[in-house]
């Protein structure tokens, strides 16, 4: 079934969707994805939002400060943030048989690229 939340395909009724929390609504519309980008076109009226999932997922930065989720992370584990990235890289890669393919495979990448960031800072 499809998330009305989040478009997920991987959502089973009666439970909580993993991506966005929505409480067990199921639709085949109402978002479009887009398999090809990865993201989610979603219609606001005369505009049309593209929701990148991968590189800026809207519900990292859902405060009022806004500050992105990675940069407080960063913030609050200090000498420990390698560890954070290299964690989520194995997390990625381990799942992404199992779970959402080659989007997990693309999150990986943007957790590789955040840690050669943070090397290449520490030089």
Partial sequence: MRCVGCGDNNFSVGFSCMLCGNGGETSSWGKVFNEHKRSFIEPKG???VVVDRVNKPTHYNHNE???ECIDAI???TGEHFEGYLQGNIIKY???YRYKN??????KAQVYIGWLEDHRKEKL
């Fill in 93 to 95: 890669i381990w799942r």
């Fill in 65 to 67: 400060t806004g500050i």
């Fill in 46 to 48: 005369d505009d049309t």
């Fill in 74 to 76: 960063k913030a609050a």
């Fill in 101 to 106: 393919g080659i989007e997990d495979l693309q």
